[in-house]
């Protein structure tokens, strides 16, 4: 019998007073695989991942993770979640802005210690540890709340546009880790508005106006529509309805 899917998402509809953000969105997620979720600015991707983090809740339709309906609190502790603002303390340093967050996830001691070495040095701030956040840039920022969204190894993994402001040779060395960290098990979720990140992902939802206009691995799409590129896939797509 084929696996329940991860991530479950039934006619879902987000609507803020009269605006209609989200529009009758169905999708599956499998587990471990690496799923974006590809748009232009106001497509809606924050608000579907928030949506799945259980932060914000659907005006209608059903989303279920980990075979729970959300927003349920036993899964929330088993996702981690990168927000597109960083929810950092600024006048803490960053080695204390991550032992808040191990200790909200029970991470204690030794393997706290462990867990803050591991994910600081994946994203190459080992020596900026002991460092004030306030005295971060921007893309420092991004790193130390990927890095915290890590910290406690969930099973998922979201994330809302990870890589904007950070440079080329560390973007790739962070999709070469989410690609290990998929192996490892976890399904990742990640939005973006970036062509040849979205052909990293396994399969990509693209969004536009709210709505999913299509859903497959890349090189489905591309094939389906003819195209050599992604970009031209979405264009495709986006016309076509
Ligand atoms: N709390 C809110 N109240 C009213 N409108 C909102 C709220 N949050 C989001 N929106 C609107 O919903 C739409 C979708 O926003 P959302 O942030 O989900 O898009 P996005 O695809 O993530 O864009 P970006 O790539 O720029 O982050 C936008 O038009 C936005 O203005």
């Known amino acids: 019998m084929p696996e329940k899917p991860c991530i479950r ?5 987000k609507r803020f007073g009269k605006k209609t953000v989200v529009e009758d969105v169905s999708l599956d997620v ?9 748009g232009p600015s106001g497509a809606g991707k924050t608000t579907i ?18 075979n729970k309906k959300m927003p349920d609190l036993h899964v929330m502790e088993r996702i981690g979640f990168m927000a597109q603002s960083d929810a950092l303390y600024g006048e803490l ?7 808040f967050f191990a200790s909200i996830y029970g991470l204690k001691g030794k393997k706290q210690r462990e867990r803050i070495d591991d994910v600081m040095n994946l994203v190459n701030l080992t020596d900026d540890m002991k460092k ?18 890590l ?9 809302d546009e ?14 070469e880790e989410l690609e290990r960290i998929r192996q490892n098990g976890t399904t990742i979720v990640v939005t973006t508005h970036v062509m040849d990140e979205a052909e990293k992902c396994q399969r990509l939802a693209m969004i536009r106006d ?14 389906e529509t003819n195209s050599e590129t992604i970009e031209q896939a979405f264009l495709y797509f986006g016309g076509a309805r």
Not at 151 to 159: A, F, G, I, N
């Open 162 to 175: 990870p890589t904007v402001g950070i440079d080329p040779v560390l973007r790739q060395a962070i999709w």
């Open 93 to 99: 340093t960053a080695f204390e802005n991550l032992q």
């Open 30 to 38: 499998h587990k471990g695989e690496i799923f974006g979720l590809l």
């Open 151 to 159: 910290l406690h190894e969930p099973e998922v993994l979201l994330l």
């Open 49 to 66: 991942v928030k949506m799945i983090a259980g932060i914000d809740e659907a005006t209608s339709g059903t989303i279920h993770v980990l």
């Open 9 to 13: 998402l039934e006619h879902v509809t």
């Open 210 to 223: 709210g709505r999913l206009i299509a859903v497959g691995s890349p090189d489905e799409l591309k094939k």
């Open 132 to 149: 004030p956040v306030h005295q971060y840039s921007g893309g420092m920022k991004r790193r130390l709340s990927l890095a915290i969204s």
